[in-house]
């Protein structure tokens, strides 16, 4: 432990339980020092664990839908209230296809779960900076992060229309960013994960081949989930200011390696 995060005050959503990203993000958060206010979607507070992590953390839970600007208000409201002053991060880590969920071929899309798709996993990232900014909720030298997948780039089959999802989340952190980054020296950046064994990535087909083979593919192995958390304080603290407008992979180097000896060997 090394305070990294104290006297700041973060914001998480995601937290459904404790596999999920933002779980051991917030944990982290807690250990290094950071004031901790909790979202997720009403239905995901029911069937969750959350209560647990807020005991831990001695941090309130605000139920919010990340597509609902009403809820998004709400929350920036209240939380300025817990808080009693601004907030310095934001961890968003959510994500959702209704296509995924229900299995619908990429060549049979149902297009108003596509939208929702783009609403829930990358348009809700605009949203969230939007109502903040009118809010005035963050205060200056604030760090937002988003946690995307390398299918934002490169075809991954099974990923379907989370693939587009995840380009819109990357796209809207180059143009908030610089729009945040001039106004109040806010910094905006997108994590690309591993393959991360949590509700969320066992939902895509196939994910246990996805997960298997980006393992021998990289160097360093797959990161896991408090292996994301680690970089997600080092980049809430201010050790990491000038770092802006950015999809940063933490993927124990499969992002930049063509074949491994691992996989040319698994043919032979
Ligand atoms: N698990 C992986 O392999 C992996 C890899 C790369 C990126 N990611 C990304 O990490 C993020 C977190 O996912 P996770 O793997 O921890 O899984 P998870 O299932 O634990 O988390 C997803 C969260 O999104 C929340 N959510 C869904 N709809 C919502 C809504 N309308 N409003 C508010 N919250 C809503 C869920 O309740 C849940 O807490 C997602 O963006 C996911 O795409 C995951």
């Known amino acids: 432990m090394n305070n990294?995060?104290?006297?700041?005050?973060?914001?998480?959503?995601?937290?459904?339980?404790?596999?999920s990203i933002a779980w051991k993000v917030a944990e982290k958060c807690y250990e290094e020092g950071a004031n901790i206010v909790l979202t997720n979607a009403p239905i995901a507070l029911r069937m969750g664990k959350i209560d647990i992590l807020s005991k831990k953390c001695k941090s309130e839970v605000i139920p919010a839908d990340i597509t609902s600007l009403d809820d998004l208000e709400n929350l920036f409201i209240k939380s300025k209230k817990i808080f009693d002053g601004k907030i310095d991060f934001i961890l968003h880590s959510v994500g959702m296809s209704p296509n995924v969920r229900k299995n619908k071929n990429y060549g049979d899309l149902n297009y108003d779960w596509f939208l929702k798709t783009l609403d829930i996993s990358g348009i809700s990232f605009h949203k969230i900076m939007q109502v903040s900014e009118k809010l005035d909720s963050i205060n200056e030298w604030g760090s937002i992060v988003g946690l995307s997948y390398i299918a934002a780039q490169k075809t991954f089959p099974f990923y379907s229309d989370m693939a587009e999802a995840k380009s819109v989340l990357?796209?809207?952190?180059?143009?908030?960013?610089?729009?945040?980054?001039?106004?109040?020296?806010i910094r905006v950046n997108t994590i690309s994960q591993s393959p991360t064994k949590t509700t969320a990535g066992k939902g895509i087909k196939a994910f246990e081949s996805f997960y298997k083979f980006a393992e021998k593919m990289s160097p360093l192995g797959n990161a896991s989930a408090e292996d994301c958390a680690n970089y997600c304080v080092f980049l809430f603290s201010d050790l990491s200011r000038k770092i802006t407008m950015q999809n940063l992979f933490h993927d124990g180097g499969f992002s930049n390696t063509g074949i491994s000896e691992e996989i040319i060997d698994s043919f032979n």
């Open 4 to 19: 990294l995060l104290s006297n700041k005050n973060g914001l998480i959503f995601g937290a459904l339980d404790e596999n």
């Open 170 to 185: 990357e796209s809207v952190t180059r143009s908030y960013g610089y729009r945040l980054g001039k106004m109040k020296n």
